[in-house]
């Protein structure tokens, strides 16, 4: 068995290459605006993963209604654009401010509802917002919102030439969110966030008030979701309810984050580099025939997961080796979640 | 507004919220029994559409007289998904139990279009169509039957789960599992039952739609989002809630269509299922 | 020796294959963007069907058929050089549809792009190619403010929803003239995405100029709801004369039915788009479906008055086992167009075919549709279109509308249900 320093060694060396790579990509993919383009969705998606894990992973709490927040940052921001001439990156602050207390006040109802409970009401919220923005015609309705085409430049947060810096954007907002994620969960707050998930009625009675944390959760969550919103708004210049408050998009993020591994911090960008190629490359390998063979392998794949994975990819790293240097890197949790005797009758 | 209109929105939105209540009492039992909430629930419903609507085109039977075959079908099919698919993410996490059956959702949708394609298909004049006049008021037959079947299983159901040694077992099992366990009740196997009678209970009113709605992959989807709504609104493992959260929900989205607006006629349906959230978390009835 | 005969044989089969290879033009590639997957698959395969047929017929030689490029192998004005067409799936996704439309024509240096069927994938593919110096025709997306933004490589062959919901008002006229009880009012039911609403905006901008028709309701529905009494009692309520429908297939059969459920029997029923003249909606209703009205851009029965029509439907049904329906027909239309522009052009530049498209002047007697022919305005808009009204009689859809082109008269008013 290698030894942990070599082991250490070899994961630097690697992120060190893997990290270069990304960097000097577009330079070879100059001709090749499907896989530009395709790792700029990879880079976009995995930030989104990591902004749902922080409620749904960290937090426990499964939201199947996320896209709500993504669909209202582009709104937010695009009418900013559109109607008042503000500059999108201004866009960005409004964007993640309106979805921060937009999930704020949709959590205060909904957190005081449990599992399944919880799930459906995210379900139903969403569906209302998704009717609603569709019958409101000073949003667009279904007709959607068309961004003007300005001048290119990073002033505009628009390219249309050279898509390239969209690349580097979404690049740099991985880098940035998974840095802040690994910081969090390894704080305080991360702590108790995986504590109500794992046994909330314990950390209440420690005296915790469980529903200010998983409001600061869907707080943080719910901003960096709708930070994509206005980055997809300005990449594709139109938005309209089924692109951005779709159903679909709420079930990806989640499936993103429970493929690669929920309450991790490489489970979404894990869950995000397996998904997308396989669903941009299954749709040009498959398409034209109808038969949705993508979406039947899809179903397939979720349930075996669930099944079989339920912890995700990254559990499949969970030999005692890998998981010792995991927890020195700060990749999985410093301590892990303890087991009290009751836990054995609990079903979960 | 004169009384007749009322009487008619009335019962207009009587026939729906009937069978909203049908589709959303097999999902409620099944969470009542064992806290599971079947994602795929609509598809079951899609299924037992596509098979009422084949039996007519294959062998010509209407839907009335495929209706108990298709129940006793349903009902192997939910024990069938049971054991193979959810008895392994019973002991499991939350989202496990989640996602196995909205993987399920996912791949039947896509199964009914690789089979059948993504076309509509509707049953023209069954037994079941025509209307009943009431005076110079109308109710349309299927919503008529779907007033009957769904009163009917609804009754069937409450004798089964109130008044049979089975149905005490099953809520024994509901009630604490563990405990059950050691009296020697096959836990197991009332979960499976559970999943068969919920199954069979959407076969029902998917061959009740068949008669006046048309079939086609993504028909579940319409409906099941409605019964979620019906199942938290009338609370989780009630049978008299979900009928009785269907009949209101079926009238509010016949009103709120009729005087406020036909495209956002389920806003108020969301809105008064949040207002309950927001209140009574339970729901109207709790559990069984 | 044996080598020498292997060499020998090899060197006369490069050289034939040179040879060939030197006679033909290489091919010109065209990209077809189109929903192939998904719920509007069938459709989207339907119509991509349209333009294979339209390539098939210029690519080959077509002995009696007298269409342009019929008669040769391939594109005369480009030394016979074959059409290659490219087809991309863009799963009715706004977004997805300009990255393939990028990748198609950096990656597979298309020379022209056809497409999209949505008009929201239109916008944004077609974005693409006027960002790219592309030609984009569209044979079959109709919203209005495709062609209303001052777009240079953009061309659109069928008619916007707008022009079309004008023929409902002319039809309106038509059946006024000489009638002792004309037609006084009418409402709209309309479903709740884009092309729904935008019927219904339509039909609202023509108030001025029609003023002898009032609006009595306008009923925008969710599409993809279980149930329409609510509906269907507001519109007993309002009494209109008249009942225009923009509708897909769920909801047209549902409406009619509920229509039958509850009497209600204006005097007629007018729809926009293909689902209340469909075959699923034909069979579902079996004979209630009769003596609903179709404003549509196409019909079979053009046939009878125009053989080239009764040709292109026959090879359509050999080869794809389907019935063409009017988008089929529009699409295929546009290849058409297209393909004439680019033997006129008599090169793949771009800017060539951008131009010649410009120039088009396609007479009526060269196409299959009951068109004045094909004329682009600045705005890349043809406006030589013209509109047929079909009305399901004895279960099949028949044209009744405009006069000249009718092939049975008109029933109206509607009758009452039968029993």
Not at chain 2, 81 to 95: D, E, F, Q, T
Not at chain 3, 116 to 139: D, N
Not at chain 3, 151 to 176: A, S
Not at chain 3, 284 to 289: H, R
Request: glycine share 10%; with cysteine; aromatic share 10%.
């Amino acid at each position: 068995m290698a030894s942990p320093e070599r082991r250490i060694l070899l994961g630097t060396v690697l992120a060190v290459l893997l990290a270069a790579a990304l960097l000097i990509a577009p330079a070879g993919l100059a001709e090749r605006p499907f896989e530009l383009r395709m790792l700029t969705m990879l880079f976009l998606y995995a930030v989104l993963a990591h902004g749902w894990n922080i409620l749904g992973g960290y937090a426990g709490q499964t939201s199947l209604g996320h896209g709500l927040f993504f669909g209202v940052g582009a709104y937010v921001s695009t009418l900013l654009v559109i109607k008042l001439g503000l500059s999108p990156w201004l866009g960005v602050v409004a964007a993640a401010v309106t979805a921060a207390a937009l999930g704020v006040l949709i959590g205060i109802p909904c957190f005081r509802l449990k599992g399944h409970y919880f799930v459906i009401a995210t379900l139903v919220v969403a569906e209302s917002a998704y009717q609603l923005f569709g019958g409101w015609d000073w949003v667009g309705g279904a007709i959607g919102l068309q961004l003007p085409i300005g001048q290119e430049g990073l002033r505009n947060f628009q390219f249309h030439r050279d898509k390239v810096a969209y690349y580097y954007i979404a690049l740099a907002m991985l880098v940035l969110v998974t840095t802040a994620v690994w910081f969090m969960q390894r704080s305080r707050f991360g702590f108790i966030l995986r504590a109500i998930r794992d046994d909330e009625e314990a950390v209440r009675s420690l005296g915790f008030s469980t529903l200010y944390y998983k409001l600061a959760a869907m707080a943080l969550s719910a901003g960096l979701v709708g930070i994509c919103g206005v980055f997809y708004a300005q990449y594709v210049l139109f938005i309209d309810p089924h692109s951005v408050l779709s159903l679909s998009l709420s079930v990806l993020m989640a499936l993103i984050v429970i493929l690669g591994g929920a309450g991790t911090v490489a489970g979404p960008i894990l869950g995000a580099a397996i998904l997308l190629p396989l669903s941009e490359y299954s749709r040009v390998i498959f398409s034209g025939s109808g038969r949705n063979v993508d979406l039947l392998i899809y179903g397939l794949m979720i349930m075996v997961i669930a099944v079989y994975r339920p912890d995700g990819l990254m559990s499949l790293f969970s030999s005692p080796g890998w998981t010792r240097l995991a927890r020195r890197m700060g990749l999985l949790p410093a301590v892990p979640p303890s087991r009290t005797n009751a836990d054995q009758w609990k079903d979960n | 507004m004169s009384e007749q209109l009322l009487l008619q929105l009335i019962l207009s939105g009587l026939g729906m919220g009937f069978i909203f209540a049908l589709v959303a009492i097999g999902l409620t039992l099944i969470y009542g029994v064992m806290d599971v909430v079947n994602f795929a629930h609509g598809e079951f419903l899609m299924i037992a559409m596509y098979a009422s609507y084949l039996s007519y085109r294959t062998w010509g039977l209407d839907p009335l007289v495929t209706l108990p075959f298709i129940a006793v079908a349903m009902f192997i099919f939910g024990v069938f998904v049971y054991y193979v698919l959810i008895r392994r993410v019973m002991g499991a996490k939350m989202n496990a139990q989640v996602f196995a059956s909205f993987g399920l959702m996912v791949f039947l949708q896509a199964l009914a279009q690789f089979v059948m394609g993504a076309d509509y298909f509707a049953i023209p004049n069954s037994l079941l169509s025509g209307v009943v006049n009431i005076g110079s008021v109308i109710l349309p037959v299927p919503q008529l039957a779907a007033i009957v079947g769904s009163s009917i299983a609804t009754a069937l159901l409450y004798w089964l789960v109130f008044r049979t040694r089975t149905g005490r077992t099953l809520r024994a099992a509901a009630q604490d599992r563990q405990a059950a366990a050691t009296l020697g009740i096959n836990v197991d196997l009332m979960y499976a039952l559970a999943w068969g009678i919920g199954a069979a209970c959407v076969g029902v009113a998917g061959s009740l739609l068949s008669n006046f709605y048309s079939v086609f992959p993504r028909v579940g989807a319409i409906f099941v989002l409605l019964a979620y709504v019906v199942v938290a609104l009338g609370g989780f493992g009630s049978i008299h809630g979900a009928l009785v959260a269907g009949i209101l929900i079926g009238l509010l989205q016949v009103f709120a269509g009729f005087f406020i607006s036909s495209e956002l006629k389920f806003v108020p349906v969301y809105l008064l299922y949040l207002l309950v959230v927001l209140v009574r978390p339970r729901g109207l009835f709790g559990r069984i | 020796m044996l080598i020498n005969r292997i060499t020998k044989t090899l060197l006369t089969l490069v050289m034939a294959w040179c040879a060939h290879s030197a006679m033909a033009a290489d091919p010109v590639r065209i990209g077809a963007l189109y929903p192939l997957s998904g719920q509007v698959a069938k459709s989207g395969e339907d119509t991509l069907n349209g333009i294979r047929l339209a390539i098939d017929i210029v690519n080959n030689r077509i002995p009696d058929l007298q269409l342009p490029f019929a008669t040769g192998e391939g594109l005369p004005g480009l030394g016979n050089a074959k059409i290659e067409l490219i087809a991309a799936d863009h799963q009715g996704s706004p977004e997805i549809g300009a990255a393939e439309a990028e990748r198609l024509i950096v990656q597979r240096k298309v020379a022209a792009l056809i497409g999209a069927f949505h008009s929201s994938v239109a916008a944004t593919s077609s974005q693409v190619a006027e960002r790219l110096g592309v030609p984009y025709i569209s044979g079959e997306s109709e919203a209005t403010n495709l062609t209303a933004r001052g777009f240079k490589w953009f061309f659109r062959t069928t008619p916007t929803t707008r022009t079309q919901v004008r023929d409902f008002f002319l039809f309106l006229r038509d059946i006024n003239k000489g009638s002792p009880n004309p037609i006084r009012t009418f409402a709209v039911v309309n479903e709740n995405t884009l092309w729904g609403k935008e019927f219904s905006q339509s039909v609202q901008s023509y108030a001025a100029e029609f003023p002898e028709f009032k609006e009595v309701l306008n009923i925008t529905y969710q599409q993809g709801t279980p149930d329409v009494s609510s509906e269907v009692q507001r519109l007993i309520a309002a009494k209109p004369d008249v009942v225009m429908h923009a509708s897909y297939d769920a909801e047209a059969i549902l409406f009619a039915r509920t229509y039958k459920q509850y009497n209600f029997v204006p005097r007629g029923i007018m729809a926009i788009g293909a689902a209340f003249g469909s075959g699923a909606f034909r069979n579902a209703l079996g004979p209630d479906a009769n003596y609903f009205l179709v404003r549509d851009h196409w019909s079979r029965d053009l046939g009878a008055k125009m053989p080239v029509v009764a040709q292109v439907a026959k090879r359509y049904r050999d080869r794809y086992g389907r019935d063409m329906d009017g988008t089929a027909a529009r699409a295929f239309t546009a290849m058409m167009t297209l393909a004439d522009a680019i033997n006129r052009a008599g090169s793949t530049d771009p800017g060539k075919i951008r131009d010649a498209l410009a120039a088009t002047n396609l007479p009526a007697d060269k196409l299959i549709m009951p068109w004045n022919g094909i004329k682009f305005d600045q705005t890349g808009q043809n406006t030589l279109t013209s509109a047929i009204f079909i009305q399901i009689q004895n279960r099949e859809p028949k044209m009744v509308w405009p006069a000249d082109k009718a092939t049975v008269p008109v029933v109206w008013p509607r009758p009452a249900w039968q029993k």
